[in-house]
């Protein structure tokens, strides 16, 4: 078994930076690719940005490529989420989760999830 905890979110201002970050324990050398997803009030869990363990390739969702990056720390089995020029948009649940195939994907085809921190973004 992985557990994932997430932590770093808060209340930022629009223009404002937050890093979240994903302490992953347990089982966690099978763990190949991490993930951000968010959750709005009322909206559907979407995929933020994925990072494979190993070989620290990257993917993004459009709305925050070039805002937001992922890194990640072998010696801490820790997940790093930068986010740089937040806007009120991106606030949200954001959750942390893990994978055992090497492939990263947008969907919530994922074995393990974090409970989630909040992030709320003012205007």
């Known amino acids: 078994q992985v557990q994932l905890v997430e932590s770093g979110g808060g209340l930022v201002q629009a223009g404002g930076s937050l890093r979240l970050s994903c302490a992953a324990s347990?089982?966690?050398?099978?763990?190949?690719?991490m993930a951000w997803f968010r959750q709005a009030p009322g909206k559907e869990r979407e995929f933020v940005g994925g990072?494979?363990?190993?070989?620290?390739?990257?993917l993004y969702t459009d709305s925050v490529r070039g805002r937001f990056s992922i890194s990640r720390d072998n010696a801490k089995n820790t997940v790093y989420l930068q986010m740089n020029s937040l806007k009120p948009e991106d606030t949200a649940v954001y959750y942390c989760?893990?994978?055992?195939?090497?492939?990263?994907?947008?969907?919530?085809?994922?074995?393990?999830w974090g409970q989630g921190t909040q992030v709320t973004v003012s205007s």
């Open positions: 347990g089982r966690t050398s099978g763990n190949v690719v």
């Open positions: 990072i494979r363990w190993t070989a620290s390739s990257t």
């Open positions: 989760a893990a994978r055992r195939i090497p492939l990263i994907v947008t969907t919530l085809n994922y074995d393990y």
